[in-house]
């Protein structure tokens, strides 16, 4: 079945950088979009970041310019580099895989998530 294992996170300070993964397995992953959302405690889920299965990529404003979504297709492992990270960026970060619309906006569009992983970032 598909599975999908998300690490990385951790309590940084503002302005410090981290990398999230997730290891994905019971699918092609090469054949799918990927994508990064979060939900910070009292807050609605939002989309972070997704990538196409050929590449082409999608970022929440909030985080264009401070964040690199990036996929290892031979790995079957997706990435997100957060750097100058805010702490408005703490949250639950969530890892999904299958969409026909590979668009932030359309998280209930993915089929498949992780459990997360948390991110917590202090001023």
């Known amino acids: 079945q598909v599975q999908l294992v998300e690490s990385g996170g951790d309590s940084v300070q503002a302005g410090e950088s981290l990398r999230l993964s997730c290891a994905a397995s019971?699918?092609?992953?090469?054949?799918?979009?990927m994508g990064w959302f979060r939900q910070a405690p009292g807050k609605e889920r939002e989309g972070v970041a997704v990538?196409?299965?050929?590449?082409?990529?999608g970022y929440a404003d909030s985080v264009k310019g401070r964040f690199t979504i990036s996929r290892d297709n031979a790995k079957n492992t997706l990435y997100l580099q957060m750097n100058s990270l805010k702490p408005d960026d703490t949250a639950m970060y969530y890892c999904?895989?299958?969409?026909?619309?590979?668009?932030?906006?359309?998280?209930?569009?993915?089929?498949?998530w992780g459990q997360g992983t948390q991110v917590a970032v202090s001023s």
């Open positions: 990538i196409a299965p050929y590449g082409s990529t």
């Open positions: 019971g699918y092609i992953f090469s054949r799918y979009c």
């Open positions: 999904a895989a299958v969409s026909p619309r590979c668009a932030i906006l359309y998280p209930d569009s993915f089929t498949y």
